[in-house]
């Protein structure tokens, strides 16, 4: 089993001087002491305790990174679509970047521009949202008091997206640059990750595009009407009577589909 250890830990290992591999030491009382030799023993050792330290850090992190579905967008609409994190480490904070195609952007709102965290935040983490030239967004999520994101799997940063009534399919979400901060204040670079996003081919009633027209897709509208809408809700599904509302008729709507197969 290979022992993890910190890099300063690791660096204090080798046997060397300030001054190089050969010369002398400072005693603590100021007299010169002859420094010992760094054999051929000593320096692979050294060696092999770095490649220790290296290969034990990495493989804490490898299982871990984020997680982005392909998702159906509906022209004209808006919709929720989640990055989820996959983490066996604890992360306090995070910055990446986020290109969406042409024809899709996110809901302006004040403050947040149309991302906010999961409940898998603390009420300390803050987001803060920019752009670029090109029109990538870029985001940093942070705690002051370096409180962990909770949990080990699920969604941790929801974009809400409007979709132009010209969108045409398939196209790329890319998220990239991605890097987050441990608790003991170690930055991990993660892979990027790019989702498919496609014109939805809607079912009416099915809002969580399982294939079927069930009483979790009846209680999403009930979420939605309520203002809990969940992630990858379907609006155009959720709009049975296809009034371009989401209100209670579309909710006894989906019963009906239910319940007769008819709205």
Avoid at 81 to 107: H, M, R, W
Avoid at 129 to 146: E, H, K, P
Wanted: net charge negative.
């Amino acid at each position: 089993m290979i022992m993890r250890m910190s890099f300063h830990n690791a660096l204090q290992a080798l046997p060397l001087s300030h001054e190089g591999v050969r010369g002398e030491e400072i005693s603590p009382k100021g007299d010169s002491v002859p420094r010992r030799e760094m054999t051929g023993r000593s320096l692979w050792a050294s060696i092999l305790i770095l490649f220790a330290w290296m290969t034990g850090s990495a493989s804490l992190y490898a299982d871990d990174g984020l997680i982005l579905k392909d998702v159906n967008l509906a022209p004209g609409k808006t919709t929720q679509v989640a990055i989820q994190l996959k983490n066996s480490a604890s992360y306090t904070a995070f910055q990446l970047d986020i290109t969406l195609p042409e024809g899709v952007t996110l809901v302006q709102t004040e403050g947040t521009k149309g991302l906010s965290l999961s409940s898998r935040a603390s009420d300390n983490h803050s987001i803060t949202v920019s752009s670029y030239d090109d029109g990538s967004i870029f985001v940093l999520v942070y705690s002051a008091s370096n409180k962990p994101f909770s949990g080990t799997s699920g969604d941790i940063l929801l974009m809400s997206l409007t979709i132009d009534e010209n969108f045409v399919g398939p196209k790329d979400i890319e998220i990239s640059n991605v890097l987050f901060t441990t608790t003991s204040i170690q930055e991990i670079k993660f892979p990027d990750v790019t989702a498919k996003c496609d014109i939805l081919t809607a079912t009416p009633g099915d809002v969580n595009d399982d294939g079927t027209v069930d009483i979790s897709d009846y209680i999403g509208v009930a979420n939605h009407i309520l203002g809990n809408t969940p992630a990858g809700f379907n609006a155009t599904a959720a709009d049975v009577n296809n009034d371009g509302e989401i209100d209670i008729s579309d909710y006894i709507g989906v019963a009906n589909i239910i319940l007769t197969g008819k709205p």
